[in-house]
């Protein structure tokens, strides 16, 4: 993985060392190299280099095609780029990266059937030297990021949000009070959006293209469907298609020319990646972090998995005492605002594999692949009930919250919609208390472009699902890879997720999700693929995870930190009520309530 930064101007280009300065705040993306280019009149790029295939100098970028008709800067890495190769009628290659097969494929194919036919993660920054036209496209599942600011007459485009912020004519632009109030809400800035104005994000899937003339024009190449033809009904049919496809991308992502390795939790999808690169590397490096909590430990597990594997383990056991100390360090991998507090085990173990490898394969996707996430049937289960009129609805909530404790039906069933109570699932921040501490935002609407969850009630189980799939696709998982991109990247390591390979998405995509979903069913299919790989292990369907204490660490060691940045850090350029946020702090330190979630959020935006 990489960091570049692109600048066009209409009139005069920032300064060199200004530009290289700027460039330089994404040094830990790439440390190995960094690189330069310019037509001296109107577009300058610039990158920062983390060296994975072809070492040598032939690797380097900022890089010009054959032709020298387009130039390039490539933030990710592409697997099917020999494959590539071989297709093209170029065959004078000066070296072996997958950024080169780019430029090649430019020449002879175009922009579009470029992207399209590239399978991986990747953000690119494209300029045509003959047409004048600037091409930014981002992968198709929105692995790498990718943010810029326009605003009709310069254009920046960088790997980090606060490239694009502290850029000089970017830095002074006011918060869109729409993008901050959702993410207030979803605790995160999705795709399309940035929080301050004329500054965006290139959609997964998406290719932007800025023409001499102004005009902008928006391409999406690959979308997640909202319907699909699932053909395969059969579990023993629809496990072996997905184990075989698996295997093929675990192999295809372990292509490097620098030390490879794979995170490893006590779950299912990691060890399950886990279990077929052992088959391309015998000696695979994989990393666990564990806590001093019984409850929420996993690493006894995923040691069981290391054993059963023969693979070599390091394990980074910690006291959260011990994690603490590491607060600050992964707070500073945080450079746009992102309120999930397990940045920091991501962080920790991303700092653990970083001792031994460059690249290490992760487990995210499976879950919104497969259905692993309780949401799921929280939503679905009400599915009978959902389009009775509201008075029925709450009649029957009652009563089974009276008679059963609310195990037929749950919250979901008040909602008027199955999509709203979706998303509202996602928010720890309650509308009253944000009307409290931001009520310049009452009236404030969020923005038109934000439709993930819009999509209409369904009585059809299986089609209900795959609207919750999609959205969480989209949503909720653009989080976790932000969240998994910036914790890693804050170690220099580039982090590879095997079941967002295009094909192993599409593959899925001819499931049955009935094989998957239902009560007490989550992530069926990946469970029982599991336990054929690693029959050693006995199988557990209770769900861990390392746990911050957050809510205990603000109330003692980091009370002091909080209070800093929430109250005396407060410059209230973001509009908020000083006291209200007073007040929520400190009903959370006398323990009247547990407002980590929601002081979280506000402690990532002021920080």
Not at 114 to 136: M, V
Not at 163 to 176: L, Y
Not at 317 to 335: F, Q
Not at 471 to 480: I, L, N, P, S, V
Request: net charge neutral.
């Amino acid at each position: 993985m990489c960091g570049f930064l692109l600048e066009f101007k209409s009139d005069k280009l920032s300064a060199k060392q200004e530009f290289i300065t700027l460039l330089s705040q994404s040094k830990l993306r790439g440390p190995d190299y960094q690189g330069y280019w310019s037509n001296n009149s109107s577009i300058q790029l610039g990158f920062n280099r983390l060296s994975i295939l072809d070492l040598s100098e032939a690797g380097n970028q900022p890089m010009v095609s054959p032709s020298q008709k387009f130039s390039i800067v490539f933030n990710g890495e592409i697997y099917n780029h020999l494959e590539l190769r071989k297709k093209l009628d170029f065959n004078k290659y000066r070296g072996q990266s997958d950024t080169e097969t780019i430029t090649a494929c430019l020449d002879e194919w175009g922009v579009l059937k470029t992207i399209e036919s590239l399978d991986g993660i990747f953000a690119i920054a494209i300029y045509n030297q003959e047409t004048k036209e600037i091409h930014l496209a981002r992968d198709f599942a929105g692995i790498k990021p990718l943010f810029y600011g326009w605003n009709g007459k310069t254009l920046v485009a960088a790997s980090q949000y606060d490239q694009i912020k502290n850029h000089p004519d970017f830095n002074t632009n006011p918060i869109d009070e729409s993008v901050l109030k959702l993410y207030l809400q979803q605790h995160f800035v999705p795709a399309p959006f940035g929080l301050y104005k004329n500054t965006f994000q290139v959609k997964p899937g998406e290719i932007i293209t800025f023409e001499p003339n102004g005009n902008v024009v928006q391409q999406q190449y690959w979308e997640f469907p909202s319907t699909y033809d699932y053909s395969i009904f059969d579990s023993e049919e629809a496990e072996r298609l997905v184990s075989e496809t698996l295997d093929s991308c675990v192999k295809d992502q372990m292509i490097s020319d620098v030390p490879l390795g794979a995170f490893l939790s006590g779950g299912v999808d990691s060890p399950l990646i886990c279990s077929y690169a052992k088959k391309y590397n015998k000696n695979l490096s994989v990393f666990s972090i564990g806590s001093d909590s019984a409850v929420h430990d996993e690493s006894e597990r995923a040691t069981e998995f290391a054993n059963a594997l023969e693979l070599p383990q390091d394990l980074w056991k910690l006291s959260s005492s011990e994690v603490l100390k590491y607060w600050d360090e992964a707070i500073k991998s945080l450079h746009e605002p992102l309120a999930d507090f397990s940045i920091l085990p991501t962080y920790l173990v991303s700092n653990l594999a970083k001792k031994k490898v460059t690249v290490a394969l992760s487990g995210d996707g499976g879950d919104e692949l497969f259905f692993g996430y309780e949401r799921f049937y929280s939503i679905g289960k009400n599915i009978n009930y959902q389009h009775l009129p509201s008075i029925v609805r709450k009649g029957i909530y009652g009563f089974d919250k009276y008679y059963s404790g609310n195990k037929n039906v749950n919250g979901v069933l008040l909602a008027n919609k199955q999509s709203i109570a979706h998303e509202g699932q996602h928010s720890r921040f309650r509308k009253r208390d944000i009307d409290i501490i931001a009520p310049q935002l009452a009236h404030i609407k969020l923005p038109e472009a934000w439709d993930v969850y819009q999509y209409e009630n369904s009585r059809d189980e299986r089609a209900l699902v795959m609207n919750v799939q999609k959205a969480e696709f989209y949503g909720m998982m653009q989080k976790t890879l932000r969240k998994v991109d910036l914790a890693s990247m804050q170690n220099s390591l580039e982090v590879r997720v095997p079941f967002l390979q295009k094909k192993m998405i599409e593959t899925s995509w001819k499931i049955d999700p009935l094989l998957s979903y239902g009560k007490n069913k989550k992530k069926e299919l990946l469970k029982t693929i599991l336990q054929k790989q690693i029959p050693n292990v006995v199988r557990d369907d209770v769900k861990k995870g390392f746990s911050v204490p957050l809510s205990k660490w603000i109330r003692e060691d980091l009370k002091k930190e909080f209070q800093e940045k929430l109250l005396e850090g407060n410059d209230n350029s973001f509009g908020f009520e000083r006291k209200a946020i007073e007040n929520m702090l400190q009903a959370h330190l006398e323990n009247k309530g547990d407002h980590k979630w929601e002081l979280f959020t506000l402690y990532s935006l002021l920080k």
